[in-house]
């Protein structure tokens, strides 16, 4: 089993500027400058309740620890790098405009950090994206924290009880800025990143959607992306059918009998790990029971890293992006 698909099973147990800026709210010049100051006008006390926690910030937390790549590429796009004391969990490569900010932040750990490791840092805040970031076995949950004096934040992703949307990916941005006393920024972030939908949905009007199916891992099953994660949102609006969207999770396991049944005619691989491309590309071509898949005839195949297809800041351009191989 993949440390990936340990690490999202463990989760789900747990319950451009307009065409430039869209995504790049948080490009190099502004994490450079140390931009992380309160804004003008920023409000406080303010209080959130994120999954059932419910906290109240009467100033910005100033000592914050990013667990999950996601995550810590919304406090760049923010321009909040000088209030992340320590980071952890690389899925791939951190986003080029955030690379000199992310390089900067110690790495508590390639994975997850021990408790004891997390407390060394001296956090006031913890950030993670998936659940497992919270784990009841590494002492690491969010009562635990809070009992060391320390706020936590999920991802939405990963705690909401119906389908993520891109109204979720706004609302997480415009969270995260008020706590951080940058609400202005975060609201900007959000304009563009309408922008940014709003012209690839108007280049897919009138197309049919395509039946994709996303393959992300395994052999015996396939590990792939189910109707309530934002990976089925961005399937839809690229102009794409999830063929599990019926699955109602974020991620889970198929058998390859629904996936021929299914007839998909994409498949969209998740590029992460040890496991290049072309080998789930192999993998795929290569098993006889997919032979007359359609996507697999006609070697009919998209590309995503594996952090493009969570709740987190890339997602409109992952959209974009996806939209143009899905139609091509």
Not at 21 to 40: N, Y
Not at 47 to 74: F, L, S, W
Not at 274 to 292: I, M, S, W
Request: charged letters at 30%; one cysteine or more.
């Amino acid at each position: 089993m993949s440390r990936r698909r340990s690490a999202l099973i463990a989760a789900l147990l747990l319950p451009l500027l307009a065409a430039t800026t869209a995504c790049g709210a948080g490009d190099d010049d502004k994490s450079e400058k140390g931009s992380d100051a309160a804004q003008p006008g920023a409000s406080f006390p303010y209080t959130v309740d994120n999954c059932g926690v419910k906290t109240t910030y009467r100033a910005a937390p100033e000592r914050a620890v990013t667990m999950n790549q996601h995550v810590t590429e919304i406090m760049l796009e923010l321009g909040l790098a000088k209030s992340v004391v320590g980071t952890a969990y690389l899925d791939d490569a951190v986003l080029p405009r955030h690379k000199k900010a992310y390089d900067a932040i110690p790495v508590l750990a390639k994975e997850y950090p021990s408790k004891e490791k997390l407390l060394a840092a001296n956090p006031d805040f913890v950030y993670g994206g998936y659940g497992s970031a919270f784990e009841a076995k590494d002492g690491r949950t969010r009562e635990e924290l809070k009992k060391s004096g320390i706020d936590t934040r999920l991802n939405l992703e990963y705690c909401t009880k119906k389908r993520t949307t891109v109204d979720d990916l706004y609302r997480e941005v415009e969270e995260i800025g008020r706590t951080f006393g940058v609400g202005p920024r975060a609201q900007e972030w959000i304009a563009g990143a309408r922008a940014t939908l709003a012209k690839t949905g108007e280049s897919l009007k009138g197309r049919a959607p395509v039946p994709v199916f996303v393959y992300d891992s395994g052999d015996k099953t396939a590990f792939t992306a189910g109707g309530k994660g934002i990976g089925n949102e961005l399937i839809t609006r690229a102009g794409g059918r999830n063929v599990f969207a019926d699955l109602d999770k974020s991620f889970g396991d198929a058998t390859w009998e629904q996936v021929v049944a299914r007839k998909p005619e994409i498949v969209v691989i998740y590029d992460y790990g040890a496991t290049t491309v072309e080998q789930k590309k192999k993998r795929l071509l290569n098993d006889p029971v997919l032979r007359d898949v359609p996507a697999i005839k006609n070697k009919r195949f998209a590309v995503l890293p594996l952090s493009d297809a969570v709740l987190g800041v890339r997602a409109p351009d992952a959209i974009a992006k996806l939209a143009g191989q899905i139609t091509r």
